[in-house]
């Protein structure tokens, strides 16, 4: 038998250390979340892109009473800046929470199926997404989605 142990360095930062550009991502996220559509589960979840042009897009949750028909806040803005952008790379994703009155106290992290839109947009740009999730004062940060996700699927497994 062989055990084989994989680690993921996480950053953990408060607001104040941030970069202004990561503070303005990470306020993008934040705003974001007051546009979530999320009758049902009240959980508003806000998305912010950074694209390699300096442009911002964000997106939110948009909840479906079918609930498999609604979509994360993290590939509604993907897709978009995918369809918009398509030459334009993603540097940066910023993902925020809004429950119960407040910014959520707990990490919130990308959904599996989010991360696998994340690895693609990797892939398709050559190139890490930095993955900063804020949580109520405090941001964590992963240098990739990659990193996230060490044994994941990938173009590589259909060639």
Do not use: W
Request: aromatic share 10%; net charge negative; with cysteine.
């Amino acid at each position: 038998m062989k055990q084989i142990d994989l680690t993921t360095k996480i950053t953990v930062y408060s607001y104040d250390e941030c970069t202004e550009v990561e503070k303005s991502l990470i306020d993008a996220a934040k705003e974001a979340t007051s546009n979530a559509y999320a009758p049902y589960s009240k959980f508003h979840v806000g998305a912010a892109l950074l694209l390699e042009n300096g442009k911002i897009i964000t997106g939110n949750n948009q909840e479906n009473a079918a609930y498999p028909s609604g979509l994360c806040a993290e590939r509604t803005a993907v897709f978009y800046a995918n369809a918009q952008y398509p030459d334009q790379k993603i540097e940066a994703l910023a993902v925020a929470a809004f429950y119960n009155e407040k910014f959520t106290d707990d990490l919130i992290s990308p959904c599996g199926s989010c991360r696998q839109v994340l690895l693609e947009v990797e892939s398709r740009y050559n190139s890490p997404v930095k993955i900063m999730l804020y949580k109520n004062g405090e941001v964590y940060v992963a240098e990739s989605m990659s990193s996230l996700m060490p044994l994941s699927f990938t173009k590589d497994a259909l060639e």
